[in-house]
C-alpha cells in the first residue's frame, strides 16, 4: 500500500479487539461515536469477483493494513502443486485448464486453515466460496465459531477482465502482481523488489482464461444469489477505472460502515 505523509492524522480503523492506520479521512469526534471495541464481531471479509477483478491485490492491502490473514485458495492450492505433494498431484491439471478444483478438497483446505490461530482476529477470503456447495461449508464454518462475513462483490467490465489478465505477470519470489497495461516494473520483466524475473501464470493463457470467466459465471456468480436469498447483504464495489489504492479506500468504508 503506498502511505504518504500527507494522510490526515489520527485515521484509525476498529477492527478486532485492535485499531489500526488506514488510509481514510475521519475526524476525532467521528472516531469516537464508534461502538466499543470489545462489541464488534469478527469479521471474514469475503472478496468475491472474476479473476482478475483484483481480489488477490485488495487481500493484500487488507491484510497489511488490518493485520489479519489473507486466506487465497489459489496460493494455497498452487503451493500443493509447487510442493508435489498428494493434494498437488491431483489438483495439477485443473489449475492448468482453468477448472474449479473439487469442492471437498477445497473446503478441507479452508477448514483446516481457519482452525490456525492467526484467524482469531479476522481473515480475508480471496477465491473462496466458489460454487454455492463452498458458500454453504463456509457459512456453516463462521456459524460454527461466531464470525460474520462481510460480502464485497468486486464489479469489473469484461473488457477490461481480459486486458488485465492478459497482461498480468507475477514475481515468483514475493508474489508481487504487475501488469503490463497499468502497473508495468520499472525494468521490463523483473520484480522491482527482488529483481527476479517475472512469469506469467500458467493459466493467464488466453485460451484459459476464457475457460476460467466460464467456470465463474456458471459456478460462482450462483452464490451471490444463495447470499441474496439468506439476507446477507451484498456490497458491490466498482473496480474497473480506479487504482487499487482507491479501491481499497471504498472497501475500508465499507468495513467501517457495518
Ligand atoms: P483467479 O481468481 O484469477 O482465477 P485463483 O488463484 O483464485 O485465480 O484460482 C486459480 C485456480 O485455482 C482456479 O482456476 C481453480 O482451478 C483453483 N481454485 C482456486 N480457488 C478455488 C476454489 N475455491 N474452488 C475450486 N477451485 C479453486
Do not use: W
Not at 19 to 34: D, M
Not at 46 to 71: E, H
Not at 115 to 136: C, H, K, M, S
Not at 199 to 212: C, F, G, Q, T
Request: hydrophobic share 35%; proline share 5%.
Amino acid at each position: 500500500m503506498r502511505r504518504t505523509n500527507s494522510r490526515t492524522p489520527a485515521e484509525f480503523l476498529e477492527f478486532g479487539n485492535r485499531q489500526v492506520s488506514v488510509p481514510k479521512t475521519e475526524t476525532r469526534a467521528e472516531r469516537v461515536t464508534q461502538p466499543p471495541e470489545s462489541s464488534r464481531a469478527v469479521l471474514a471479509i469475503v472478496l468475491f469477483g472474476s479473476p482478475g477483478s483484483g481480489k488477490g491485490t485488495q487481500a493484500k492491502l487488507l491484510s497489511a493494513s488490518l493485520s489479519i490473514p489473507q486466506i487465497s485458495t489459489g496460493d494455497m492450492l498452487r503451493a500443493h502443486v509447487r510442493q508435489g505433494n498428494a493434494v498437488g498431484t491431483a489438483v495439477e491439471s485443473k489449475l492448468k485448464a482453468g477448472i474449479l478444483v473439487k469442492d471437498d478438497v477445497v473446503n478441507s483446505l479452508v477448514a483446516e486453515r481457519l482452525g490456525q490461530p492467526d484467524t482469531a482476529r479476522g481473515f480475508i477470503l480471496d477465491g473462496y466460496p466458489r460454487t454455492v456447495a463452498q458458500a454453504e461449508t463456509l457459512c456453516g464454518l463462521l456459524k460454527s465459531r461466531g464470525t460474520q462475513e462481510l460480502v464485497i462483490h468486486l464489479v469489473v467490465d469484461y473488457n477490461v477482465i481480459i486486458a488485465r489478465l492478459t497482461g498480468r505477470r507475477q514475481c515468483p519470489v514475493c508474489g508481487t502482481l504487475y501488469n503490463l497495461n497499468s502497473r508495468a516494473p520499472k525494468v521490463p520483466g523483473v520484480c522491482d523488489l527482488e529483481g527476479a524475473p517475472l512469469m506469467v501464470r500458467e493459466d493467464d493463457r488466453e485460451s484459459v482464461i476464457r475457460e476460467r470467466l466460464d467456470a465463474y459465471q456458471r459456478q460462482t456468480c450462483p452464490i451471490l444469489d444463495y447470499f441474496r436469498q439468506k439476507g446477507e447483504q451484498i456490497h458491490d464495489v466498482d473496480a474497473s477505472h480506479d487504482q487499487p489504492e482507491a479501491v481499497f479506500r471504498k472497501i475500508v468504508g465499507l468495513i467501517r460502515e457495518r
